[in-house]
DNA sequence: GAGTGGTCTAGACCACCTG
DNA sequence: AGGTGGTCTAGACCACTCG
């Protein structure tokens, strides 16, 4: 299990694009520079960046150099957007708040996904969440994870409000994959209120299932959003 | 705008393996001899072979060879699913229509996506079409794209009834990836009858924005799904 | 015009698979 | 052992960007 010279450049630059000492929209050093840095040839580094492309981190530019630009992560999964924002740009003002405070809980009956003996066995944490954008209630979500190698999960509030952030940064977890199913449903009564809107409005559910770096570990949520004044944007790779 | 050896091996190839000159599973030709008919170096024909692997048109193993091998679609763009299929996956009959003959039109006004001067210039081609899911009419298809560079696509029908197949085919374009924004909107009375379904009944509508291997030529469609049987998939990764 | 990335040549040695 | 793809060297010329 030999290390490749091409891989030794390419981990040094991905590890100098995460830490921040190359920063978005930064050149690189050019092609030849890093020949002489590493004493390699030409082909050995367009190998080492032609990765590098392809994993996202970079964009090369001929006549000018290669560009950091992460590209923006598999989080299409939950971004917002204005109708205004099909042409223009401006940021939203995103806001969550917790209907209830996460508690630990039998796994529903006849829940979406099924489930297997341990996830059913370990209970699942349960959390409640409305969110807003510019202020108004835009999406409401129900977040099961299995409690399985979680401790103390309830002992503190979300890091940020963000799942994804406590996950990563309490228990070394990365989301790597989301599977949905999407479909356009009557808001019940209860649903609308809290959306703002009428019963029988249309709303979009999305059953989710996240697939995280701890293989047996998967996240699943339900939510309703009112895509009156937004669009949800998905984007692809 | 020359075209480089690279590619010219690349479409020879691919077109080869579209037709079925190459099969799945088969062993293209070495590198060594594909250098030999050719007349290039190595190097070149691995460029050639990288974008193979890349497109999912072929894999390599070492010792061994490079190998036919066409990658199961690009995932859940377009993919349904029955409630039932969440459990078991049973496959879904999958049949399209045309509504109308594929036209070449001006771009409608105030389009959903900007368009560059070349694009307006260049009108575009419009399909309309009707899906069914097991004899089910669930989605309803507009699709415009730019009219750049496609001569005779009017001229015969659709590969297969599919749009991407014919442009894979008939123009070694690929679909490389997928811009979409989801809403949930109440049914207007026609788009109701073709669905099957009632007048402000919720349904799924999508913009799609689709990036191709031609940089420059997107393609756009608006999409209307009643999915009140059917769920819309979507896997990320 | 100087520097960048894009393409390409003509070699070499290695790791892996198969007969 | 002979052939395959994987890595790598040491050059060359071209197309593009920018001051």
Redesign the pocket.
């Known amino acids: 299990m030999d290390i ?3 891989q030794v450049l390419q981990n040094d630059i991905k590890r100098d694009i995460l830490t921040g000492i190359f920063r978005e929209g930064d050149l ?1 050093p ?4 890093l020949c002489a840095r590493y ?6 580094v ?2 080492a960046l032609d990765g590098l492309v392809n994993d996202g981190y970079i964009i ?7 560009i950091v630009y992460i590209k923006r992560n598999s989080l299409g999964l939950l971004s917002f957007k204005g109708f205004s924002d099909v042409l223009g740009d401006d940021k939203r003002k995103i806001r969550t708040i917790q209907l209830q405070e996460p508690i630990i809980i039998k796994w529903p009956k006849n829940y979406f996904y099924p489930l297997n003996d341990q996830e059913l066995e370990s209970g699942s944490i349960f959390l409640n969440r409305l969110r807003f954008v510019d202020d108004n209630p835009v999406m409401l979500e129900h977040t099961w994870i299995p409690n399985i190698a979680l401790e103390g999960f309830l002992d503190g509030p979300l890091v940020n409000d963000s799942l994804f952030t406590t996950l990563r940064q309490k228990y070394q977890l990365e989301v790597t994959n989301v599977f949905q199913d999407i479909r356009a449903v009557p808001a019940d009564p209860n649903v609308a209120g809290m959306l703002n809107t009428y019963p029988s409005a249309p709303l979009l559910h999305v059953y989710r299932r996240y697939a995280t770096s701890r293989k047996e570990l998967m996240i699943y949520s339900s939510l309703y959003c009112n895509t009156d004044k937004y669009f949800i944007s998905n984007e692809f790779d």
Chains 1, 2 share one sequence.
């Open positions: 490749h010279q091409y690189l050019s092609e030849n520079e004493n390699v040839t030409r082909s050995t367009r190998k090369k530019k001929q006549g000018k150099g290669s």
